[in-house]
């Protein structure tokens, strides 16, 4: 997600202190966190190329797409809001197409359009929000508009929008599509070996040395990590949590993870993590879940494609599918664990 703080990490990887001569690294602070690239077993000038290349990459990306500051997103809204055609800005336009399907097959728990709510709520700005929580007619006015990219009308590279209520914010998901991106020039460049890991959600190619990458996933409400896992080619680890950006008003976490249904924060999951070949899926899916939370995230799971899932439930249960089961290795066996297969799940409601 793009985020406007420097977050803890949400997956760390798992490495010695000192770093071994065949691996090179480079670190910027983009997306609101501090995004590591390391290649490993590379020439120091192929290594050069591809930190530079991403430096710029990852830059732009962060300006085209940052959610509130002034940039082609913070344009595109300008315009969806007077509700007359304009023409599409060529860096938005991937986006939503990338996300269209995924949210519809979230049943829109992962939802781009639901900005004004973000902002309502005090999640727009480059300091975390203290409370209270916003007037609850305000954020009932939001949700009864049902805000939602359908209500974009595209045709070719002309756009309108439908619904005044829509406003983009594409944090649950950029991030995602960014490491794609980033992963596709490193691959280009001719880099075999190599992790780009953003706040902890991450995605690798090849192997560190004779062993697979390595990374663990925190545990939400401790220190350290719950579990960890080897990560092969091609394979993406994200997580959503409600220990990344929230606040505490009389006694209660509001945290920035807001279920569309209700314009409140999601209830019921601590966090979630996914391992998917496509990180944009993953960062999505990720949110979509921790919404859905530990009774619908298996037919959401389904519908998204997804068979490697690990969710924390607000008691510290764990739920976990049969693929991502046989992958973990616990820090510390859990005392309350589900396996459930989102395939099996067809007749859920």
């Not at 979630?272 to 990180?279: L, M, P, Y």
């Not at 619908?296 to 976990?320: C, F, N, S, T």
Request: charged share 25%; proline share 8%; aromatic share 6%.
């Amino acid at each position: 997600m793009i985020r406007a703080l420097l977050l803890p990490l949400l997956v760390v990887l798992l490495a010695a202190c000192t770093r071994p001569a065949a691996e090179r690294h480079d670190t910027q602070l983009v997306f609101g966190t501090l995004v590591d690239v390391t290649v490993y077993g590379t020439d120091e000038a192929t290594a050069q190329r591809a930190f530079t290349q991403l430096r710029e990459d990852f830059r732009l990306m962060h300006f085209m797409w940052h959610p509130w500051k002034p940039g082609p997103l913070g344009r595109t809204n300008e315009l969806l809001a007077l509700q007359a055609p304009f023409s599409a800005n060529p860096s938005i336009l991937p986006l939503i197409e990338k996300s269209l399907p995924l949210s519809q097959a979230s049943d829109h728990l992962f939802n781009p359009a639901i900005g004004k709510l973000l902002d309502l709520w005090g999640f727009h700005s480059d300091e975390p929000p203290h409370g209270p929580p916003p007037d609850p007619a305000a954020i009932a006015k939001l949700v009864a508009a049902e805000p939602k990219l359908e209500d974009i009308e595209i045709h070719g590279v002309v756009m309108r929008g439908t619904n005044p209520a829509v406003k983009l914010d594409f944090g649950a998901m950029a991030k995602g599509l960014a490491i794609d991106r980033g992963i596709e020039a490193l691959r280009i460049l001719g880099v075999k070996n190599a992790v780009i890991n953003a706040g902890g959600d991450l995605k690798v190619i090849g192997r560190h040395g004779d062993r697979p990458w390595r990374v663990g996933i925190r545990d939400p409400r401790g220190e350290g990590v719950l579990a960890v896992l080897d990560v092969h080619d091609g394979e993406a680890v994200f997580t959503s949590g409600d220990y990344e950006r929230y606040f505490m008003w009389q006694g209660r976490r509001y945290h920035h993870i807001l279920d569309p249904r209700t314009g409140y924060p999601a209830e019921g999951t601590r966090s979630v993590t996914v391992i998917h070949s496509d990180a944009a899926t993953a960062d999505a899916a990720a949110t979509a879940l921790f919404v859905a939370g530990p009774k619908r995230w298996p037919k959401i799971a389904r519908q998204m494609g997804l068979d490697q899932v690990l969710l924390i439930d607000a008691e510290g249960g764990y739920h976990v599918t049969p693929k991502m089961q046989a992958r973990l290795k616990y820090a510390r066996q859990p005392e309350r664990l589900q396996v459930r297969d989102p395939a099996a799940q067809k007749s859920q409601r």
